[in-house]
């Protein structure tokens, strides 16, 4: 079984919304930090979005700074990822991963340090 599942991606017009879910079978999901990574086609994987365990403290990448808002709800094993004022260079393919419970603050922004992954969700904006 997947243990991360991603549902809500689509395409969308620039200024549009779309809020991605993240749907956990991973044990202790509240005692971990979860993220959203993104990868466009011929690019490198990259760090999006962080919340820390138990709902604590968020990290965003500086591109979606006040545009996108990560959240989670331990009680029923979600993380959400709510994107608005969409531009086309967040399309992408987006990934939840959950933390392999040795991470720092200062690396929570690398893959390196995530153990569990989705399997993807398409993300595509147009002009």
């Known amino acids: 079984q997947v243990p991360l599942v991603e549902s809500g991606g689509g395409s969308v017009q620039a200024g549009g919304s779309l809020r991605l879910s993240c749907t956990a079978s991973v044990r202790a999901f509240s005692s971990y930090t979860m993220a959203w990574f993104r990868q466009a086609p011929g690019k490198e994987r990259e760090f999006v979005a962080a919340i820390r365990r138990n709902g604590g403290s968020t990290h965003y990448a500086d591109d979606v700074k006040r545009r996108f808002t990560i959240s989670r709800d331990n009680a029923k094993n979600t993380a959400y990822l709510q994107m608005n004022n969409l531009k086309p260079e967040d399309t992408a393919v987006y990934y939840c991963?959950?933390?392999?419970?040795?991470?720092?603050?200062?690396?929570?922004?690398?893959?390196?340090?995530?153990?569990?992954w989705g399997q993807g969700t398409q993300v595509t904006v147009s002009s």
């Open positions: 991963a959950r933390d392999n419970g040795r991470l720092i603050l200062s690396s929570l922004w690398s893959a390196e340090n995530y153990d569990y």
